[in-house]
């Protein structure tokens, strides 16, 4: 190759690289940051999964039978062997939130009193962050679950309806995986 040729082509390079180089940098100022704000319905548009099937089982959420808990999505996956989904719903979260991570059942009660005054059923625990207990709930009133950011309590609970709460407590018991992803 002339060394004429060779410098264009060193120059179109450098070029090339700059601008991937420039579009990489403006793709990566919009990226959303893991912090939780807001509702389900507010989250669940900004999350990648909204631009897909909501329902759909995310990738990379672990292997056998499993909860799968999106904090970014506010969904949760009651997931069987073979990556089979029994059930997913939408959530409303507390205001403390487990890292992303593998955890187990640890510890379930029938009725209890939630930390934010709510009756609550079929509480099942997974976590503890700092002293609070993360763990998945159903308010005995279904319209009883507050947001996350209205009470100054601080609050592990993860809300769901009366129905998706009788279908984790039949589903995760003492020992079963929950996987928390983003």
Do not use: C
Not at 80 to 95: E, Q, Y
Not at 99 to 104: L, N, Q
Not at 126 to 148: E, L, N, Q
């Amino acid at each position: 190759m002339a060394p004429r040729n060779a410098a264009f082509v060193t120059a179109l390079t450098t070029a090339a690289l700059a601008t991937v180089g420039f579009l990489a940098y403006q793709a990566s100022a919009t990226v959303p940051t893991a912090k939780h704000t807001g509702t389900p319905a507010a989250t669940a548009s900004r999350h990648p999964l909204a631009k897909q099937n909501p329902n759909a089982l995310p990738p990379s959420s672990g292997t056998g039978r499993r909860v799968v808990y999106s904090l970014n999505g506010n969904r949760v996956w009651l997931v069987a062997p073979g990556d089979k989904v029994t059930r997913t719903f939408a959530i409303t979260p507390g205001n403390i939130h487990p890292a992303p991570g593998t955890y187990a059942v640890t510890s379930r009660s029938g009725a209890v009193t939630g930390t934010d005054g709510t009756p609550i059923e079929h509480v099942v625990r997974f976590a503890d962050v700092d002293g609070v207990a993360i763990g998945f709930s159903a308010a005995v009133k279904d319209k009883a679950t507050p947001a996350a950011d209205a009470t100054p309590v601080r609050t592990g609970g993860i809300r769901e309806s009366r129905a998706d709460g009788d279908a984790m407590w039949s589903f995760a018991t003492i020992g079963v995986k929950v996987v928390v992803i983003h």
